[in-house]
């Protein structure tokens, strides 16, 4: 009740006009449903709100489409874009009739996830601290229609418009293809730009501490420092919100495609991960880079598990146009504290505290909520069953010749075979029924409906190559 009465006096301070419930679909995205505020008593906050789960696709049939949102009154905070004063609250859903959670909300997934570490005894507390990566243009235009498929982007500081024609001249100042990281403006011309993202973020209450433009020619990155489970999986929902409406705001488009231009390096979500035990850090040891035994097994069952992962940390056909070999893409089934080349690498760190595990293959398009459950389903099984690893690997992988590096197991190279990877291997995620098999066949009927859609479509690249054959 303690934070239902701050929300309640945040409300009465800020003079509160209207109340924002939010909720995450099962595909990441938020969703929501505006209240007056003088609708939102104590008794709200318990007896929460009724929509129609029919019509949010991979939930609820028509004939059973009655479900309930539920706020949570710690998430809350002052919504910086809209003109009214409002305050947003992120919500769990749960069915009207017996107040269970709904098995395929992605929140309460991460929720139960949370608490199947504790129940495990393995450790109290799970950190992650996600890197988010995406590009920023000034132009987008679409179309996917029976007789044209096609897309264009346009930035004036993307590479490409290194002689392009401007009313008021072309100052040449941008950075070149892989050239982003990290010259000062003029180059970067996203200064401005981003600072006003970190700062919206941090005036909603996320715990920040940088940011900065990205390899990609017109690609970005801001930093929030790490957080429980649940907590980033929000501030990862407002991350999204934030960057889409702030440049929304300056007239740009914001994406968080993986892979949205050819060429240059794609977007990717680098996951850092801790466990914590009776306030100690559970990964800091005397193994390999200082690792503990259960962070070296918690490393062995992220690798074993990895494909079936796919389908929840790279849950969109975009996604494999990242990882492939080069551009820094961590496709290969391996860990080291040296290079970015494998799939999990250990952070250097002076402090036993900061002793972290960091997960380079998941993207910005995951559901928060599902990527960060299934990473710790994952390590916890690895944990729980003493997966060994195998020797880290300290060489740059892509300089192995080839039949060294024929011997190193990759990811998946489709969201088709990440699919069907989690069909064969998904019984790490049912564990403490975090995950249900009702909620993954859900998951995965959308899904395979995106694969359809991007497998019968023709490509403008078939045309090139196969129109005159």
Sequence with gaps: MSKVKDALKLMKDEEVDYVDIRFTDPKGKLQHVTLVADLVDEEFWEEGFMFDGSSIAGWKSIDQSDMKLIPDPASVYIDPFYAEKTLCVHCNVVEPDTGEPYSRDPRGTALKAEAYLKSTGI??????????????????????????????????????????????????????????????????????LRGEMLSTMKRMGIKVDKHHHEVGSTQHELGMIFGGLTEQADNMQKYKYVIHNVAHAYGKSATFMPKPIKGDNGSGMHVNMSIWKAGKPLFAGDKYADLSQEALWFIGGILRHAKALNALTNPGTNSYKRLIPGFEAPVLRAYSARNRSGCVRIPWTESPKAKRVEARFPDPSANPYLCFAALLMAGLDGIRNKIDPGPASDKDLYDLPPEELAEIPTVCGSLREALEELEKDHDFLLAGDVFTRDQLEGYMALKWEEVYAYEHTPHPVEYQLYYSC
């Design 123 to 192: 450790g109290d507390a799970f950190y992650c601290g996600p890197e988010a990566e995406f590009f920023i243009f000034d132009d987008v235009k679409y179309s996917v229609k029976m007789n044209k498929v096609s897309f264009e982007v346009d930035a004036v500081d993307a590479a490409w418009n290194s002689d392009t024609d401007y009313e008021m001249g072309n100052s040449g100042h941008r950075p070149g293809v892989k050239g982003g990281y990290f010259p000062v403006n003029p180059i970067d011309a996203g200064q401005d």
